[in-house]
């Protein structure tokens, strides 16, 4: 059974280009998170999203990031017009269940943005 | 979500075990404790979580006080693979895991 899959796993983009990150959630999981990292911090939420639904977008910023989950393929983290600031790593998890303080997050290996 | 309090780093010797704490003083009842960790270069990874009774799995063993308001992640035996940034998290109603700084551990040789 595969895990999270993440692609590209490092993606270098130039001021102003857009970054399209892709994430499989794990077979039969369909609940997608999206973390960002920035280099020597911690992981910050991003967005939480159902099939065809976003379900919490509390951590995305307000202009330039969308993020989709289709009813089929992956979801995918859209980095319009990027600035280097946008530089991290980005990692995506799954889960099986909905809403529940016990499940376990599985996380990918991350997708490395380099804005130049 | 509730905070956690966790020291920036620690270190330990390969064999050892290693006890990692975690304070969580504002906890409330629903709220399970779990702990992940990020190997270098790596997607975070589930360890552990409980809400009051000690739990143990194959990687790791959960002690947690009896008033909730701290708990200590236990590595029986420490390997050089055990290097890595451990996340002690609060999850309740939220779906979401909210990470901390976390600890880093050095394990040597």
């Known amino acids: 059974n595969a895990g999270v899959m993440q692609n590209p796993r490092h993606l270098v983009r130039r001021r102003g280009q857009e970054a399209r990150l892709r994430c499989s959630p794990m077979?039969?999981?369909?609940?997608v998170y999206w973390y960002r990292q920035l280099p020597e911090e911690g992981l910050k939420f991003m967005v939480y999203?159902?099939?065809?639904?976003?379900?919490?977008e509390s951590g995305m910023p307000k202009e330039r990031f969308s993020a989709e989950f289709p009813k089929e393929g992956p979801s995918i983290l859209r980095i319009q017009q990027v600035v280097r600031g946008d530089s991290a790593a980005y990692f995506c998890?799954?889960?099986?269940?909905?809403?529940?303080?016990?499940?376990?997050?599985?996380f990918g290996e991350g997708s490395r943005l380099t804005v130049l | 979500d509730a905070k956690t309090t966790q020291p920036n780093s620690m270190e330990s010797n390969e064999e050892e075990p290693v006890h990692l704490p975690c304070n969580h003083s504002?906890?409330?009842?629903?709220?399970?404790i779990h702990w992940y960790r990020q190997l270098p270069s790596q997607g975070p990874e589930y360890v552990i979580h409980?809400?009051?009774s000690n739990v143990n799995n194959r990687m790791a063993s959960l002690a947690i006080a009896e008033d909730r308001k701290s708990s200590t992640l236990i590595l029986h035996r420490a390997t050089l693979r055990d290097a890595a940034v451990y996340y002690c998290?609060?999850?309740?109603?939220?779906?979401?895991?909210?990470f901390g700084t976390g600890t880093r551990l050095q394990v040597f040789p």
């Open positions: 998890a799954s889960s099986l269940t909905a809403v529940s303080p016990t499940g376990e997050l599985f």
């Open positions: 998290i609060l999850r309740g109603t939220t779906d979401k895991l909210i």
């Open positions: 409980g809400l009051t």
């Open positions: 999203l159902q099939k065809e639904n976003i379900i919490d």
């Open positions: 504002t906890i409330s009842g629903t709220d399970y």
């Open positions: 077979k039969g999981h369909s609940h």
